[in-house]
């Protein structure tokens, strides 16, 4: 009993390696921007989607990981994303399309989360 109150609770990866696998995405996006591998909207998507993966806070992942997708769009110089026109703190339609889209995301169909992000 004593071992399952000090496992990992971290929902993302092992917190062993949130660092490092922070450290990728942010790389993996740099490298996205410098070479134009995708298009602006889909590198925000792709950022945001590798942030929430690693899940790196107890709590606030999800808005963190948008604010610094919104943050990359502009710098690319575009407006920054209306996230569904939402807050997705309600369990309501949004959130679940915003879920959907990240599960989509999950299996490497970017399309559904660049389409909420920009909806």
Same mark, same amino acid.
Do not use: C, Q
């Given at each position: 009993m004593r071992r399952l109150l000090h496992r990992d609770k971290n929902l993302g990866v092992d917190r062993a390696v949130i660092l490092p696998r922070l450290y990728e995405a942010f790389e993996r996006t740099?490298?996205?921007v410098e070479h134009e591998t995708f298009a602006p909207d889909e590198i925000g998507a792709r950022? #945001? #989607?590798a942030l929430v993966k690693v899940h790196p806070f107890p709590n606030g992942n999800g808005r963190w990981s948008r604010l610094m997708a919104d943050v +990359? /769009? /502009? @710098? +690319? @110089?575009r407006p920054r994303f209306t996230w569904g026109r939402s807050s997705l703190r309600l369990a309501d339609e949004a959130r679940r399309a915003y879920i959907a889209a990240l599960r989509a995301a999950d299996d490497h169909d970017f399309r559904p989360l660049v389409e909420f992000a920009r909806s």
């Amino acid at each position: 009993m004593r071992r399952l109150l000090h496992r990992d609770k971290n929902l993302g990866v092992d917190r062993a390696v949130i660092l490092p696998r922070l450290y990728e995405a942010f790389e993996r996006t740099a490298y996205w921007v410098e070479h134009e591998t995708f298009a602006p909207d889909e590198i925000g998507a792709r950022f #945001h #989607h590798a942030l929430v993966k690693v899940h790196p806070f107890p709590n606030g992942n999800g808005r963190w990981s948008r604010l610094m997708a919104d943050v +990359l /769009v /502009v @710098g +690319l @110089g575009r407006p920054r994303f209306t996230w569904g026109r939402s807050s997705l703190r309600l369990a309501d339609e949004a959130r679940r399309a915003y879920i959907a889209a990240l599960r989509a995301a999950d299996d490497h169909d970017f399309r559904p989360l660049v389409e909420f992000a920009r909806s």
